[in-house]
T-cell receptor, first 118, second 113 residues
Framework: EAGVTQFPSHSVIEKGQTVTLRCDPI?????LYWYRRVMGKEIKFLLH????????ESGMPNNRFLAERTGGTYSTLKVQPAELEDSGVYFCASSSIFSGGLPRETQYFGPGTRLLVL | QKEVEQDPGPLSVPEGAIVSLNCTYSNSAFQYFMWYRQYSRKGPELLMY????GNKEDGRFTAQVDKSSKYISLFIRDSQPSDSATYLC?????????????FGKGTKLTVNP
């Protein structure tokens, strides 16, 4: 079974440009999460999709970030316009939908996209 | 005060040593306590999780949770060079069908042959 995949693996852009990150979750996983790690800081939650709906976007830093998950499959995270402080590693994770009575469903992480804004 | 505190290390030990990694937390609502391992240029990989106070063993790894002290630990017995990685503690609770993980900064471990 293929794991979570992310594209591109690296991106170097200039301040003010636009970048779009893509995440393909594990097939059949309805939950999709975006996280970000800024250098020197911990990994932080950005948002959570259940199928195509945004369940929780409380971690999105500002309106320069736009996440979509059309059709409930892959997701994109667009940063427009990019700022220097957006540099970091963006992780995507996916999990099965929660089933009543089970403790929790494991979130499986992708390898991340390393974004550098110059 | 950060919700999750983890000493970033780095930690360097000889092969065969017992490794102890620790995190403290402040949010009493956390229900699940996890340890992730992250190799360089890879995503975090779940090692173990637990949801109750006490110990949970899996091979050479033991996860320990003390909810009264808000303290979790990961012990690695007979450490191997292949255990060299960054270890991240993470905690969560499920609310409204959503679970967001709250991570510590991670501890970089090197096991020397």
């Amino acid at each position: 079974e293929a794991g979570v995949t992310q594209f591109p693996s690296h991106s170097v852009i200039e301040k003010g440009q636009t970048v779009t990150l893509r995440c393909d979750p594990i097939s059949g996983h309805d939950n999709l999460y975006w996280y970000r790690r800024v250098m020197g800081k911990e990994i932080k939650f950005l948002l959570h999709f259940v199928k195509e709906s945004k369940q929780d976007e409380s971690g999105m830093p500002n309106n320069r970030f736009l996440a979509e998950r059309t059709g409930g499959t892959y997701s994109t995270l667009k940063v427009q316009p990019a700022e220097l402080e957006d540099s970091g590693v963006y992780f995507c994770a996916s999990s099965s939908i929660f089933s009543g009575g089970l403790p929790r469903e494991t979130q499986y992480f992708g390898p991340g996209t390393r974004l550098l804004v110059l | 005060q950060k919700e999750v505190e983890q000493d970033p290390g780095p930690l360097s030990v000889p092969e065969g040593a017992i490794v102890s990694l620790n995190c403290t937390y402040s949010n009493s609502a956390f229900q699940y306590f996890m340890w992730y391992r992250q190799y360089s240029r890879k995503g975090p990989e779940l090692l173990m999780y637990t949801y109750s106070s006490g110990n949970k063993e899996d091979g050479r790894f033991t996860a320990q949770v003390d909810k009264s002290s808000k303290y979790i630990s990961l012990f690695i017995r007979d450490s191997q060079p292949s255990d060299s990685a960054t270890y991240l503690c993470a905690m969560s609770f499920i609310q409204g069908g959503s679970e967001k993980l709250v991570f510590g900064k991670g501890t970089k471990l090197t096991v020397n042959p």
